[in-house]
């Protein structure tokens, strides 16, 4: 019976879930016991239009909703429905909402705003995949985390705020269902992602030539790649937290 | 003129408030210059009828008043009407909200109400200090924390994740007010603090001579101690984070 | 032409090489490009008689010597020995020392020594892989740490010191050398590794059904699993510090 | 009967010891019981003159020595000297060996060296200290950190390393002797300390009005503040690590 496979995304690293499936694919390639997996993807708000072209023409199988990941209900039956479909294997949270405010312009509202989307929303994704794999004893869920998960730097008050509160989320997760041998993972993500936007301060802060090693930014498919490692750790030997930056970035 | 202290607290450490005037008090005696030095005190709940009473007997000035710390509004006007008295010179925050819940049982009301009583409502009295403080060009900001702060702890989704979503908001908050001569601290209560519960909850596990120390406990007096310690600190050498355990404490 | 690894372990986790070659030797299995690639191995004391005569058996090539890693020239003339056989990819350094003493009762012989095996050697070690790696311009340099790396406990001030200043070896020598494409990570196993002192241990304290679960120990071939996974990171996401514990441990 | 107090510097903090003092000294001014407190110190190579002259000038008593602090005879009998003269309180091991090299650059000498002195010497001087106060049920050691302590920067494998040990050696102390009422802190100074080479130093990079506002460095004075706001912490709250930086330090 296949396994189910869950993306809670968002537009802002539009790029991400593109890439999130080179690793199952290749996967898919060589192992015929894994082929036609399913892939349940969500996002904010626009759908997964060329991934679902891709995967479906790869041979493999993939949904594609709209969700409102702040919503408890929208995101018990996005995860019920995948979970009919398939029984839910791994669900990956990364909605991010990443501002800088000095802290007398930041309103209540985007403090709010920004808790809501980059921790409650990952609370509820937790919660629900967890009490969709707990009766099954198995189960693998990740939580995406960034540089401000560990540091409230200058203007961070509101991200810092929500990616610490995710930090503790997850960690409270993984003591409670581990011994219940469900993987929780916090992927921190010490770097920019490779996005247009990026590229684009890069060329301006470093010159013409900023681009020229594409591994000084973090390409989507190495987020992928993070995932698909800890995915495979054996149980005997999980990690909770892996932090992954660029082999050029100061840290 | 005098300058203004205020205190965000609950009820839930009811005997905080009380003694955290005892440092101030000590000093009172001692020092004429800062006798008299107003104290502004708000609760969720209660007013400190008592407190009121032994302060204004030692011959000081307290007003204390009931807050809702999670309304806007009600902290703009608390901390405004607290300055017009006397400029603002240390704001304590020190709402609390301990809950422990299995991850599945943490209803999304707790998470969210968790978060705003220890995390949201710190964020606004922090920014609206900072607003009052810094046309002055100085004040101290003082935030509380908890074990939880650090430790995702198994049943601590909802406290940890606003605990440590507080320790972001203190951090970003010093990184920014700091260097503008603003003193923003984390005091870390690595311990119980001593009340009537965290009492019969030794006696029960530990028998009728858990208590004959009472240093093995953190009364109340030595948090304010601690929060006196960092209000006493040169700028040349502030602490950000202050970590504080009785001598017997494991960790 | 073929690519060096080399392996500085210790007798007191005498399973591990034996295991750590597990993952390169499946690697041998599947990937004929990387057959017979040369392992250098290298311990304090006994030679690993039987792990030599399972990787010949199996077509692979290994050497195995005796070193006294804490000696400045036989670290050099083993890793240029082991380099000029084939050029140096791969240096893991495992030599361990852990012991528990109360404070008074370390003697300085003993900090010293743990010092000189638990870190000094490891200092040497990465030092000359890294003079080997340079010129090449690529490489991978792994550290071995355990929970006494981040947590100095009761009993521990000489081999936490010793692995606290191990890991700041790790952290300046990633920061200086990731940037010129050569890894430095370091492996933090929070768990004891499962060896025959262990298992009775376990027995001892939890009753003969101790081991019925072998994944509730840290198997030898998980931490070889690890530093493959580590090892198969592309450059544009390298993991500083990875940390791993069996599914059931607490932390 | 008075208390002794100890300092074990060194001579590139060459300033500290006299401001070490100043807090001692207000509270001799003040306080007519603590008058005459003895007070011993030891330094790597000159002596205090100008301090001892001080001291004694101001009706104060004072002991100095010198005092190869590697030497574990050398500090069994300074501590041994200094606790007949009077029981021992207070002992500050603040000896430093901050040095920048390239990994490559950094001799097994230099290594050993730092080690030795930033480490290796502060484990003694904690061990001998704690044998002294034991018998006596009480007693402080203050270890003396910096930056390194928690970061292994570039070019810093052997003083990060060393500090990194030393901070380990105080928390596993900090756990076995607190409970018998030792209270072992690590001091964490985050910033240059001033002394006329770091002036020289800010000059150059910042301009000539550099030092114009003197807060914007770490006086000696303010560490020794430092220290002594640690050791009036009350037992039933206790910072074991207390990190410090002037209000315009970026971290």
Same mark, same amino acid.
């Given at each position: 019976?296949?396994?189910?496979?869950?993306?809670?995304?968002?537009? !802002?690293?539009?790029?991400?879930? /593109?890439?999130?499936?080179?690793?199952?694919? +290749?996967?898919?390639?060589?192992?015929?016991?894994?082929?036609?997996?399913?892939? +349940?993807?969500?996002?904010?708000?626009?759908?997964? !239009?060329?991934?679902?072209?891709?995967i479906e023409n790869a041979?493999?199988?993939?949904?594609?909703r709209t969700l409102d990941a702040r919503k408890e209900d929208q995101v018990i039956s996005f995860l019920g429905d995948a979970d009919k479909h398939a029984p839910l294997e791994v669900c990956i949270f990364n909605v991010g909402a990443n501002v800088n405010f000095p802290i007398l312009d930041t309103t209540e509202r985007v403090f709010r705003k920004v808790w809501e989307m980059a921790c409650y929303s990952g609370f509820l994704a937790g919660r629900e995949a967890a009490r969709l794999m707990l009766p099954r004893g198995q189960g693998n869920i990740f939580f995406t985390g960034a540089t401000a998960s560990l540091r409230g730097g200058s203007g961070y008050a509101a991200f810092a705020s929500a990616k610490f509160g995710l930090r503790?989320?997850?960690?409270?997760?993984?003591?409670?269902?581990?011994?219940?041998?469900?993987?929780?993972?916090?992927?921190?993500?010490d770097s920019g992602v490779d996005t247009e936007w990026v590229r684009q301060r890069r060329i301006?802060?470093?010159?013409?030539?900023?681009?020229? /090693?594409? /591994?000084?930014?973090?390409?989507?498919?190495?987020?992928?790649?993070?995932?698909?490692?800890?995915?495979?750790?054996?149980?005997?030997?999980? !990690?909770?937290?892996? +932090?992954?930056?660029?082999?050029? +970035?100061?840290?």
């Open positions: 019976m296949p396994l189910g496979r869950v993306l809670i995304g968002d537009t !802002t690293q539009h790029a991400l879930p /593109d890439q999130l499936l080179q690793p199952f694919g +290749e996967q898919v390639a060589r192992d015929s016991e894994r082929r036609l997996k399913p892939l +349940e993807t969500a996002c904010a708000q626009e759908a997964f !239009t060329p991934l679902v072209k891709e041979g493999g199988e993939i949904h594609a503790a989320v997850a960690q409270a997760a993984a003591r409670e269902l581990g011994p219940k041998n469900i993987h929780v993972a916090h992927l921190i993500i301006e802060a470093l010159g013409p030539n900023a681009l020229d /090693d594409p /591994d000084l930014l973090m390409p989507p498919s190495s987020v992928a790649e993070s995932y698909w490692l800890l995915y495979q750790q054996p149980r005997s030997a999980w !990690t909770f937290e892996l +932090e992954i930056r660029p082999f050029g +970035e100061k840290w």
